[in-house]
């Protein structure tokens, strides 16, 4: 329709109509919540012989206009968990089962077979609020791994392909800052991780060539010591391995040298 005039476009609507699933016109809802939600608006009462003809009838007329820019549905509840506007409520629970309704712009803009998006202004403040959660305590993090240059250097060892050794305090913490940014929750795992001095000594490895690394697997000569680099974590803080992990430093060492 976007070729059509703004003002012929305010006005057009389309609708959303009932749809079948294996031969039965599509519910909002399971038979409690039916039964519920449904009584005093259907001629009959949920207990009656013709309430499933009633029911049935209902769903396959339902159709909700939607116009250029949308309809507003109020889906609020009182105190006791009741709509306050029972029909907007029914078609609200129609809406986000429908098969053309998509959750989110992002999800509708993505999938061709959604023609509809539900837009929950409230959702939407929920999780741009996660957001800023999310970057306030990747910066509190942050800030307390600065007074540390030694750890700074870890996690941008993992975080990038970089050296970090090669780098001075400024450019580390730079580039640190910049991932953070781009990343905070991968930044606050990496950073936060327990075993992050084990990680980075496995990656200093990895790049000094006294390790190999293939695909996930780490490799000591022709030895896998783990499938994964969780696993290469664990067998070398495993006390059986210790003359491995010693060989592994004092090859390390010597390549520094």
């Keep these: 329709m976007n070729h059509l005039p703004k003002e012929v476009r305010a006005e057009a ?21 039916e039964a519920k939600y449904l009584n005093g608006i259907l ?11 009633h029911s049935k009838t209902y769903w396959a007329e339902m ?39 998509a959750l989110t712009k992002e999800e509708a803009d993505g999938n061709s077979m959604k023609r509809f998006y539900i837009w929950d202004t409230k ?19 942050f800030i307390k791994l600065s007074d540390d240059l030694k750890s700074m250097r870890r ?3 993992i975080m990038s392909d970089v050296n970090p050794d090669l780098l ?13 940014e781009k990343t905070p929750a991968k930044f606050i795992k990496i950073a936060t991780d327990s075993n992050l001095g084990v990680k980075a000594e496995i990656e200093e490895m990895v790049s000094a060539g006294v390790l190999r690394k293939i695909g996930n697997q780490i490799i000591f000569i022709d030895e896998v010591i783990g499938e994964t680099m969780e696993n290469a974590v664990v067998y070398l803080k495993n006390k059986k391995n210790s003359g491995t992990l010693t060989i592994l430093r004092a090859k390390l060492k010597e390549i520094a040298i």
């Design 13 to 33: 609507t389309v609708k959303l109509s009932s749809v079948y699933v294996n031969r039965q016109p599509l519910k909002a809802f399971d038979p409690k919540e």
């Design 43 to 53: 001629d009959v009462a949920p207990d009656h012989q013709d309430w499933p003809k």
């Design 63 to 101: 159709s909700i206009p939607v116009g250029f820019t949308g309809v507003e549905l109020e889906i609020g509840t009182d105190d006791d968990d009741n709509p306050l506007q029972i029909i907007d409520f029914i078609k609200y629970r129609f809406a986000i089962k429908h098969p053309h309704v």
């Design 123 to 141: 959702r939407d403040d929920v999780v741009k609020n996660k957001d800023i959660q999310l970057k306030k305590d990747a910066s509190r993090v």
């Design 155 to 157: 996690v941008l060892r």
């Design 168 to 180: 001075s305090r400024e450019q580390v913490e730079n580039a640190l800052y910049s991932y953070m």
